[in-house]
């Protein structure tokens, strides 16, 4: 891949990668011990207070953020991931067989890490 390309690809992780931790700290702080790693915040509420459907509607609050959280963080870490590999000049190759990734598979995932053959057993 040219470094026009690269430039590219690398403004495009960048930008995802801005729009991704912006999504996150919305719902999650970033573990003081690791900050590759994000909490989702749990709601404020008193469970002395709150009654059984108010703590049901709050556990399910935190369910859902939870797993939204997860998404965001694995697809966070596949963006970093890209860009590292922009670094080390290893970007845009499939990790199976090495192959070039297809243009238009990058245009829709510039995170992509296999090509359309080896993605489907990931
Ligand atoms: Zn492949």
Redesign the pocket.
């Known amino acids: 891949m040219n470094k026009k390309d690269l430039d590219y690809f690398s403004a495009k992780l960048k930008a995802e990668k801005e729009r991704l931790e912006k999504e996150l700290s919305g719902l999650a702080t970033k573990n003081p011990e690791n900050p590759e790693n994000w909490i989702p915040s749990y709601p404020d509420f008193n469970p002395q207070l709150a009654d059984e459907s108010e703590k049901a509607d709050v556990v399910e609050e935190f369910e859902i953020k939870y797993s939204v959280e997860t998404v965001l963080e694995e697809k966070l870490n596949e963006v970093k991931e890209a860009l590292q590999r922009i670094a080390k000049g290893t970007y845009g190759v499939?990790?199976?067989?090495?192959?070039p990734?297809s243009r238009e598979r990058l245009e829709a995932n510039p995170a992509a890490k296999?090509?359309?053959?080896?993605?489907q057993f990931k």
């Open positions: 499939c990790e199976e067989d090495k192959e990734i296999y090509c359309q053959k080896h993605a």
